[in-house]
């Protein structure tokens, strides 16, 4: 399943998986995940990169868009389609130019 999912914007929140803030769920936010991991990338809402909502942006994150987009895995937890607040408390952070929550 090859989708280009087009997000709203975000007057407040965020969307998990929507990494790059380019306003679509694809391909360059698993990417944008694995280079603020490997190259020294940025993210300007770590919680958007936190794919599975576990506190943390890792390798896993990557992976598990990657199976949602391209395999039929699970989505990305909440907040996933529409932006929203994080729903569990971690110590991710969101620039201010990109709200998080």
Request: with cysteine; charged share 25%.
């Amino acid at each position: 399943r090859l989708s280009n999912l087009r997000v709203a914007p975000a007057a407040a929140g965020f969307v998990r998986g929507e990494a790059n803030r380019d306003g679509s769920v694809d391909l360059s936010d698993a990417v944008a995940i694995l280079g603020y991991l490997f190259l020294g990338g940025s993210l300007e809402c770590q919680d958007a990169g936190d794919v599975d909502d576990d506190g943390a942006v890792v390798i896993t994150d990557a992976i598990a868009l990657l199976n949602f987009l391209f395999l039929g895995g699970p989505a990305p937890a909440a907040p996933y389609p529409d932006p929203g607040a994080d729903p569990t408390e971690d110590e991710l952070e969101c620039r201010a130019a990109a709200p998080c929550d």
